[in-house]
């Protein structure tokens, strides 16, 4: 059976990843995956986890199963932080969570879940998207459409074309939408732009998927889910699928979660069996380590607040680089504008060169990128920026 098989390409992203880690060249520089790293290029375990974490060793007296939902005081914790904890949806009892393992396992849950609620749907992601998002929805069976995006040329929002799109998308479909620092190109929707698509949601019957890897990356926590709250303060229903991966350097623990927003309560509670029983049939339940930190860490005021300065400083940092970013490439004397970069938000941007200046930055520089020209800015730090725009400067000529 297995001689039948035919390989499959190395994923994108994570096989970028893995060349890097094969290369020798002492001046290599990762800008493949989305993983913060400090001005020392390490990816730190953050002190309000490391502080968590000794207290769940201490406290910690069982190992029993969780159940399928997984812990049930981190889904509230996530509920508050993605929603706000007066959000009318939350009062009403309209919306139900089970914690996953990573943001992608929610992304697989939230697919499944949809097949059972909707065979026929077909799921709308945006031009571009992550590089998972197609291939996880379609190894679900669901059908995958495009809507235009990012506009190469200018840097901005396809507006127009993107609307004249979705208006066209079937009621019972699904549309995939970035909660913030969109991935990869690092171009968010305006708070209007928000109001417009949940206008169109509302108008075409479609369920919005909102999709937040990186919440507290892009302005700050209640910022990037200024237009996810909105959306779920006037939609029937809808899907959300988060992680703490990235806000809580929480890569490897696999946490993420898997909210539902239905019409009434009493759906919301039909959905939620639908839910787990999609659960029961992928991985039975969530593993445990990652909730209870995050529980602890939200469950406790000093914590939360040192939790929100360590992020602070991570979404800082990216932020300076981008200024950083274009100030060396113009004392390099590159002529082309690339101020767009601070426009962007999160992790990612998009610095919009060709595969071959790509291929070239990764073959004689060591530099890695993703092929669609995603940089992960926090690769970037004092030193090796130079190296950096000295390397772009040489492949851009
Ligand atoms: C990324 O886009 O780099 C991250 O979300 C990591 C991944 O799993 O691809």
């Given at each position: 059976m297995f001689s039948q098989l035919q390989p499959v390409a190395t994923d994108p992203i994570l096989g970028l990843m893995a060349a890097y880690q094969q290369d020798s060249n002492p001046n290599k520089i990762d800008l493949g995956v989305g993983v913060y790293k400090d001005e020392q290029g390490h990816t730190a375990?953050?002190?309000?986890?490391?502080?968590?974490?000794?207290?769940?060793?201490?406290?910690?007296?069982?190992?029993?199963?969780?159940?399928?939902?997984?812990?049930?005081?981190?889904?509230?914790?996530?509920?508050?932080?993605?929603?706000?904890?007066?959000?009318?949806?939350?009062?009403?009892?309209?919306?139900?969570?089970?914690?996953?393992?990573g943001g992608t396992g929610a992304l697989r849950v939230a697919a499944e879940f949809i097949k059972r609620a909707n065979p026929d749907a077909t799921i709308w992601v945006t031009t571009p998207t992550w590089a998972n998002h197609i291939s996880l929805f379609q190894a679900a069976g669901l059908k995958v459409k495009e809507y235009s995006y990012y506009d190469y040329d200018t840097k901005g929002l396809l507006e127009e074309q993107m609307f004249a799109e979705l208006a066209q998308v079937q009621p019972g479909d699904v549309v995939l939408v970035h909660a913030c620092c969109h991935n990869p190109s690092g171009l968010d929707l305006t708070f209007a732009q928000w109001?417009?698509?949940?206008?169109?949601?509302?108008?075409r019957g479609f369920t919005p998927l909102v999709d937040m890897a990186y919440q507290g990356f892009g302005a700050g926590l209640d910022e990037d889910a200024a237009g996810l709250r909105h959306l779920a303060a006037e939609v029937e229903e809808m899907i959300l699928c988060s992680s703490c991966s990235k806000n809580f350097g929480l890569y490897r623990e696999r946490i993420g979660a898997c909210?539902?927003?239905?019409?009434?309560q009493s759906i919301a509670e039909t959905s939620r069996s639908v839910l787990l029983s999609?659960?029961?049939s992928i991985y039975s339940m969530p593993p445990a380590h990652g909730a209870i930190i995050v529980s602890h860490i939200l469950d406790s005021q000093e914590l939360t607040a040192l939790w929100h300065q360590e992020l602070a400083e991570?979404?800082?940092?990216?932020?300076?680089?981008?200024?950083?970013?274009?100030?060396?490439?113009?004392?390099?004397?590159i002529q082309q504008d690339f101020s767009f970069i601070t426009r962007q938000h999160g992790m990612f941007s998009f610095l919009g060169i060709s595969k071959e200046q790509i291929e070239c930055l990764k073959s004689e520089f060591s530099i890695y990128m993703v092929g669609s020209s995603r940089v992960s800015i926090?690769?970037?730090?004092?030193?090796?920026?130079?190296?950096?725009?000295?390397?772009?400067?040489?492949?851009?000529?």
């Open positions: 375990v953050l002190k309000c986890v490391k502080k968590a974490e000794a207290m769940r060793l201490a406290k910690e007296d069982s190992k029993t199963y969780i159940g399928m939902a997984g812990d049930l005081g981190f889904n509230q914790h996530i509920e508050k932080l993605a929603f706000g904890a007066e959000h009318p949806a939350l009062l009403a009892g309209r919306l139900t969570t089970a914690h996953t393992p109001q417009r698509f949940t206008a169109l949601a509302k108008e909210t539902l927003l239905a019409a009434s999609v659960v029961r991570m979404r800082n940092r990216i932020n300076d680089y981008r200024q950083l970013i274009v100030d060396k490439f113009a004392a390099e004397g926090a690769g970037l730090n004092h030193s090796n920026i130079d190296y950096f725009a000295k390397s772009v400067a040489t492949v851009l000529k």
